[in-house]
């Protein structure tokens, strides 16, 4: 594959809702460019695009894949993104790093919610895109009426260029609306043919609106629109482009992938109108917290961003990138600034699904990976050690569902460790940490399909096997009102005896544990006292409801005795640790759950079944604030362990048009009767302790 200038490479990501067709849409793309003799099937499993068994065996894209194709004297990187929502992840990458996109429409399905989900994405970001309408060819398929919807969700700004010829089965081409030209299917490709007089009248029609739009984006232009002069070719063109990539139009065109019907037209559009890596004059980093720029040219130093790892346990780790300034060649000495390590490139390559395109060098605006790094993981910048620039990483969604992970064997951990170690350098939108208290492995995803495939991953790749279960709650106690104990430990049975005695006082503290003394006298000697702090420490994890940690208890030492000859350490820890044990049981102790904050954004239509589900979960309303979407943001408060299912759960009351984030806010006691469940359930499985 030949090195492109700047001015000829696009990038550019498929977006859409799961099974809109994109991988099919992928293969068409690298059939007409002749990258592939035949077209694969996703349900056959053998696209350039699935390649993971992972995505084989589900039939849809999981991670997203790089396919460069070449058109005349053009690069185009496409980024094959999935579609499904727990894979949101993997499309905020590729849209990191892509300055278009296409989005695509199932028009057997219209506008399905993960359409507006990557519409949404896209206008966060700013990115302009192209609407193609797939599978125009089946039946009940309406154009006027998917026109319609379209418009309706997006706005006046969608706008068609391109109209079919023929109707569901008898789909058999287009009319390209610009140009006035007819492309009609031959069995093979489209190729140029006679116009139907009805899509000649719609074709017109839609040319003189986008002649207005055109006239919108100068104020010559639109001049000479008022005076009825006709626009030059070239006008037209550029008077379009602009409009484009300034979001101001979003064009709609017509194909069955399938057929490779549209699909040409679809390059076409790429090429002329999404914006070029040259666009994006120059870009924006930092350097110890001073701001750097680099133009994006091979001219300028060295700079790339890595967006994607792969993890393979034989072939090893491979890093994406793009090249933002300056030019990656082999063998080069590269450098991280945010970590300050150096390494050397080994090879450098291009990669198309699976297949490795050998490469000599990576030039500015161009998609590259490496194998082999050991100091570069997604999110990461490469640059010089001479003119080292740091790029902010992608801001990817919170984790909103957690499991626990349990290993069949103990000598398994140390193996599950590693896997996901390995596997949060590819998916950094999961996470895993073993929790303190409860001692388990809590693995956090977008979803159960996510967590799904993360256990799927662990087995097929690292040989080890992990059963998910609903977490446990981190509990804590504490009391809340003062209770006064003598802890006694005595021990006779020949030879030296044990003995140690204390009077302690428990109050409730601001802090999580303060230990006192106020011993006068003597009464316990000094070289004890530490023992008898050291042995109340030692109960703290394990309190007296529900074995939970106890918190906020303040443990004053005022008195005691000893024995010249039996006293101890040892038995002033064990004295401490009875006493401890009553104190806590007189001084009125509760158990405290932990309460998330919660912010959940909902189209208003769900408003009313959300809220009364959050006061079913125990939660707060705290307020709401209205978005730029027509969707409201929700301010909630809620108890954590009616939380660990929500993702599942909202998906289902808004049909996956809701989201949320959470993250944990503070303790707070919790009500009696549920209390009592959780002390019950504990007493059963600890035999009544």
Not at 129 to 154: A, G, H, M, T
Not at 303 to 329: C, E, H, M, Q, R
Not at 536 to 558: F, M, P, Q, S, T
Not at 651 to 658: K, Q, Y
Request: proline share 3%.
């Amino acid at each position: 594959m030949k090195t492109y200038s700047t001015d000829k490479i696009r990038n550019v990501a498929l977006l859409g809702h799961g099974g809109c067709g994109k991988t099919t849409l992928m293969e068409s793309l690298l059939y007409m460019t002749k990258a592939t003799n035949r077209m694969g099937k996703v349900e056959e499993g053998n696209t350039v695009s699935d390649y993971d068994k992972e995505e084989k065996d589900r039939q849809f894209s999981i991670g997203t894949s790089v396919i460069p194709i070449e058109y005349y004297d053009t690069k185009i990187n496409f980024f094959d993104t999935p579609g499904y929502f727990d894979f949101v992840g993997e499309v905020y990458s590729a849209l990191r790093v892509c300055s278009g996109a296409v989005l695509i429409v199932d028009a057997t399905s219209g506008v399905q919610v993960g359409t507006e989900k990557v519409w949404k994405y896209a206008e966060d970001r700013k990115i302009p895109r192209v609407i193609l309408l797939d599978k125009l060819d089946k039946e009940d398929v309406s154009y006027d009426k998917i026109l319609e919807q379209l418009r309706e969700k997006f706005g006046k700004k969608v706008v068609p260029f391109s109209v079919p010829i023929g109707e569901q089965t008898s789909f058999c081409g287009y009319v390209d609306v610009i140009s006035a030209e007819g492309y009609i299917f031959n069995g093979k490709e489209c190729v140029k043919g006679e116009v139907p007089k009805y899509a000649v009248a719609k074709s017109q029609e839609l040319k003189d609106m986008l002649m207005e739009s055109v006239a919108e984006t100068d104020e010559e232009m639109m001049e000479k629109y008022f005076a009825g002069e006709a626009f030059s070719d070239e006008e037209i063109h550029d008077g379009l482009r602009k409009a484009i990539l300034s979001g101001e139009i979003v064009p709609i065109i017509v194909a069955s992938a399938q057929k490779t019907i549209g699909v040409r037209e679809l390059i076409k559009m790429v090429i002329e109108y999404l914006p070029s890596v040259e666009d994006l004059s120059e870009v924006t980093g930092h350097n110890d917290e001073v701001t750097e720029k680099r133009k994006v040219d091979s001219s300028d130093p060295l700079s790339a961003y890595v967006f994607k790892t792969i993890v393979d346990p034989f072939v090893g780790k491979i890093n994406l990138f793009k090249v933002y300034s300056g030019t990656l060649k082999k063998d080069m000495e590269i450098y991280n600034a945010s970590t300050r390590q150096s390494e050397r490139v080994g090879s450098v390559f291009f990669l198309r699904g699976r297949e490795q395109i050998e490469a000599s060098e990576i030039t500015a605006g161009d998609i590259g990976a490496v194998s082999k790094l050991q100091h570069f993981k997604t999110g990461d910048t490469i640059s010089l050690k001479s003119n080292p620039i740091v790029f902010d990483s992608v801001k990817l969604p919170k984790p909103s569902l957690f499991m626990a992970a349990s290993v069949k064997s103990k000598d398994m951990e140390e193996k599950v460790g590693i896997g996901l170690n390995r596997l949060a350098e590819e998916d950094q939108s999961f996470s895993h940490e073993r929790n303190i208290e409860t001692k388990e492995l809590v693995l956090g995803g977008q979803g159960n399909m996510h967590l799904e495939v993360i256990k799927n991953k662990l087995k097929n790749l690292f040989k080890v096997e992990i059963e998910l279960t609903s977490p446990k709650v981190a509990y804590r106690e504490t009391i809340k009102s003062k209770s006064d104990v003598q802890g006694k430990h005595k021990k006779q049975s020949g030879g030296a005896g044990q003995y140690g005695d204390v009077h302690i006082r428990f109050e409730p503290s601001n802090q999580e544990f303060e230990f006192a003394e106020e011993i006068f006298g003597g009464s316990v000697p000094r070289n004890y006292i530490p023992a008898v702090e050291k042995g109340l420490r030692d109960c703290l994890d394990k309190g007296v409801l529900a074995g939970c940690k106890v918190v906020n208890v303040k443990a004053v030492l005022y008195d005691g005795s000893y024995h010249d000859v039996d006293s101890n350490e040892m038995a002033f820890k064990i004295a401490a640790s009875l006493a401890f044990k009553k104190g806590m049981k007189e001084a009125k102790p509760v158990l405290l759950e932990p309460i998330a904050k919660v912010e959940i954004e909902i189209p208003d239509e769900y408003m009313g079944d959300v809220m009364g589900d959050m006061n079913k979960r125990r939660g707060r309303i705290l307020g709401m604030d209205p978005t730029n979407y027509g969707t409201q943001i929700i301010h909630a408060e809620a108890p954590q362990a009616e939380m660990y299912t929500y993702a599942i759960d909202l998906r289902s009351m808004t049909h996956a048009r809701g989201s949320f984030e959470m993250e944990f806010l503070r303790y707070d006691e919790m009500p009696m009767n549920m209390a009592e469940k959780v002390i019950h359930a504990y007493k059963e499985t600890h035999g009544g302790e």
